[in-house]
């Protein structure tokens, strides 16, 4: 099982047109985690989430997501407080997003270490990020887990920075640094890694490789992936040809297509994932790259299954890239 860990909330999206614009909100399902761990569950991958939901509807809608897409759901506590919410603005292209979020005493950040698992029996990957990292108590309690499934597991994360949540940038930067170093995946866009270390992304990609990851990817939307490893240069792959509608979701389904890729050719082990050739990283990149794209063409977090993808698992050649 690769089992994601972290946030599920509602995304309250604008459904109106005109002068509605900003006053009608559709109600989908979100969470970067939530969004990859669903998306993984779609691509036919053994996928389970650990959160936290909420008994009220939305955490039934939440539920209902999960089940819908195969995705195990033995980890998931619940509670009596609301679900989280937020609020996306959108701007003057489908790229240009901004969030507001509705969090404070909620159900899913009140995820503990009693929570846990409490053996690893069954799971192969651990993945984190995004939302819950900034919370408490759900981002130490993840942070635990992390050092507990380090070296036995293959573990990925995607910072998925959100600002507007981060209270001490000093901490919440050297939990992201902490967690990094105990990775072997890591996908951070351009703008993360920016927002993470100011400067070129590269030479945080290279710093958390020197630190331990052993695969770094920079998403650049639509510049393409680029993956830094420490026994190879740089391998980049171009964006997948997409119809953009909504960006909303992609980099989490990007996550989920890494992962899938993996587990379809029997590399999500820590030493395979340490020995992936410059075409293995290349193979990997292109359909993770295609799954985002497919992602992106329609509204919402709604991210393809299997079959809307071309190839076959443990095909090797490269899918989807011109």
């Known amino acids: 099982m690769i089992l994601v860990c972290g946030e599920a909330l509602i995304d309250l999206t604008p459904d109106g047109i005109g002068v509605e614009a900003d006053t009608r909100y559709r109600p989908l399902p979100g969470g970067g985690p939530f969004n990859t761990a669903v998306a993984l569950g779609r691509l036919g991958a053994p996928a389970g989430f650990l959160g936290r939901l909420s008994y009220d509807g939305f955490g039934s809608m939440l539920g209902r997501r999960l089940t819908d897409a195969g995705v195990d759901t033995r980890f998931v506590a619940h509670g009596d407080e609301p679900t989280p919410l937020a609020v996306i603005t959108k701007g003057a292209t489908p790229s240009q ?24 029996d069954g799971i192969v990957a651990v993945h984190v990020g995004t939302v819950a990292l900034v919370q408490e108590p759900i981002g130490s309690a993840l942070e635990v887990f992390v050092e507990r499934m380090a070296r036995r597991v293959v573990v990925g994360l995607d910072p ?55 695969v770094v990817v920079i998403t650049r939307g639509a510049s393409g992936p680029t993956a830094h490893t420490a026994g190879h240069p740089p391998v980049s792959v171009p964006a997948a040809p997409a119809d953009v ?20 050719h029997d590399r999500l082990t820590r030493g395979a994932v340490r020995s992936l050739n410059p075409a293995e990283i290349a193979s990997m990149l292109t359909f993770a790259a295609e799954v985002a794209a497919i992602t992106c063409s329609r509204a919402g977090a709604d991210p393809p299954w299997r079959h809307e993808l071309g190839g076959q698992p443990n095909d090797d050649a490269p899918r989807g890239a011109p």
Request: charged share 20%; hydrophobic share 50%; glycine share 6%.
């Open 160 to 214: 998925n920075v959100r600002p507007a949540l981060v209270r001490d940038r000093a901490a919440y930067v050297a939990r992201l640094h902490r967690l990094a170093a105990l990775a072997d995946v890591v996908k951070v866009s351009d703008d993360d890694a920016s927002w993470i270390e100011p400067g070129p992304p590269e030479v945080l990609a290279q710093r958390w490789v020197a630190a331990g990851a052993a």
């Open 245 to 264: 509608v909504d960006t909303v979701g992609a980099g989490d389904a990007f996550n989920a297509g890494l992962l899938c890729w993996l587990h379809e």
């Open 97 to 120: 997003h901004t969030f507001s979020f509705y969090v404070e005493g909620t159900a899913d950040r009140l995820l503990t270490v009693a929570d846990l698992p409490a053996d690893a």
